[in-house]
């Protein structure tokens, strides 16, 4: 008997502890919480930390960039830090992370949603396009869809919902760059471009166009045994129209028609052949055209012996920050292996031939275009020698 009460009494005083250490538990939450939209520094340190990247990035939208602002280069603290993944966002996104999950609002300014391209790399096809997205991907203030979306040439009736839905998430400050380079090849996707947004950003990037010709040989029998590809000059001449010219070299053609429907101010032309010697150049011209932060160092890239272009340079202290933005290979910082191949001989004399047949069609490019490029097969004339993409009037770039 006096076990049993007390036992009803030891329960009683259980259950009524229990329930003040629920209230107590209960209102400390509303007061951190309260402190908490008060005053964000007394939030719970891992959202504190959430905040502080959050803050990182608001300072440095606004100009207040980190320790390496004096030289107008951004480090891996601030510039790299901000293609972090999504961390919130006010709607659904197509990320696939995000499938499903309704988040919850944020400062406009933080919101990560996908976003419509304001510019693209429209062409031309083997000229280095993937190698300058993935560039220009490291930039704190790009964003860009990895696959070629191909929406102006194949998907426009998708309308733009769904193109808008094959981006990555940014913020509203960033700029969402996309690449097909068949879109400069026809007039309708120029059009269908044109429609979407006469406004946009276009980059072309062009090659030297001997070399554009070995390495799209050596992309069109890259599964061919070696001993049963044609012989260059052969799969070159095998179009008797000359269409192989027009098609893979003749830059004037297709440049022309997109500046029949865009301000040339519109349109920056770049040469691959340049960003293989030295890509900071390169990048720094594309950062002026796009309204960029100087974001770009030296010391991002080295140049690949074996692959003989430029690639991340692995020992850079950014180089981790690289790898989880762009997909690379970890020890060399180099795209993966269908970049870079070897390329098919050309005998001298039809080299020669080559050279005649196309040299005035680069000359047309460069009277386009306003500006040079120096490509190795075509021999700097008198006028132009020891010149670096020059401008036609002379002036370097
Ligand atoms: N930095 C760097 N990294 C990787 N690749 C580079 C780079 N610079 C230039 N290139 C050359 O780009 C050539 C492929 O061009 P694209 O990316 O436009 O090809 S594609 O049309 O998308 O298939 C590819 O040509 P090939 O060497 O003939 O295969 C590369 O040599």
Not at 86 to 91: D, I, K, L, M, R
Not at 164 to 170: D, L, Y
Not at 375 to 396: L, R
């Amino acid at each position: 008997m006096f076990t049993g009460k007390a036992v009803k009494l030891f329960v009683t005083v259980a259950v009524f502890c229990f329930v003040i250490l629920y209230i107590l538990q209960q209102s400390l939450t509303y007061h951190r919480v309260s402190l908490f939209l008060q005053d964000p520094s007394k939030k719970p340190s891992r959202v504190r930390n959430h905040l502080k990247l959050q803050n990182a990035k608001l300072q440095d939208e606004s100009g207040t960039l980190g320790s390496n602002t004096a030289t107008g280069i951004l480090g891996a603290s601030n510039g790299l830090e901000l293609q972090t993944p999504p961390v919130s966002s006010g709607e659904t996104t197509s990320n696939p992370n995000n499938l499903g999950k309704q988040q919850t609002a944020s400062p406009p300014a933080l919101e990560k949603r996908p976003r419509l391209p304001k510019a693209l790399i429209i062409g031309f096809s083997k000229c280095g396009t993937a190698a300058l997205r993935t560039f220009l991907t490291i930039h704190p203030d790009v964003v860009s869809p990895i696959p070629e979306v191909r929406y102006f040439t194949l998907y426009f009736s998708n309308g733009p919902e769904w193109y808008r839905k094959q981006m990555p998430p940014s913020t509203k400050d960033q700029l969402t760059i996309e690449k097909t380079p068949a879109y400069i090849m026809t007039n309708d996707s120029l059009r269908h471009i044109k429609k979407f947004n006469p406004k946009i950003k276009l980059i072309v990037i062009v090659r030297d166009p001997i070399v554009r010709l070995q390495s799209q040989y050596a992309h069109e029998f890259v599964h061919t045994d070696p001993s049963r590809r044609p012989p260059f000059k052969r799969w070159w001449n095998e179009k008797p129209d000359d269409r192989r010219i027009i098609h893979f070299s003749y830059y004037a053609r297709y440049i022309r028609q997109v500046y029949t429907m865009f301000p040339k101010n519109q349109v920056l032309v770049l040469s691959e052949d340049d960003m293989e010697r030295n890509p900071l150049p390169v990048l720094r011209e594309a950062e002026k055209f796009l309204e960029l932060r100087p974001a770009y160092s030296d010391d991002m890239f080295v140049f690949n012996e074996t692959k003989g272009f430029h690639c991340f340079n692995t020992q850079s202290e950014l180089f981790p920050r690289v790898l989880t933005l762009v997909q690379v290979k970890n020890t060399t910082g180099c795209l993966g292996g269908n970049k870079g191949r070897e390329h098919p001989e050309i005998g001298d004399s039809y080299l020669q031939h080559l050279v005649e047949v196309i040299r005035p069609l680069n000359e047309e490019l460069f009277q386009l275009i306003g500006k040079r490029f120096q490509w190795d097969n075509f021999e700097p004339e008198p006028s132009t020698e020891n010149t670096v993409s020059q401008n036609t009037n002379g002036t370097a770039n």
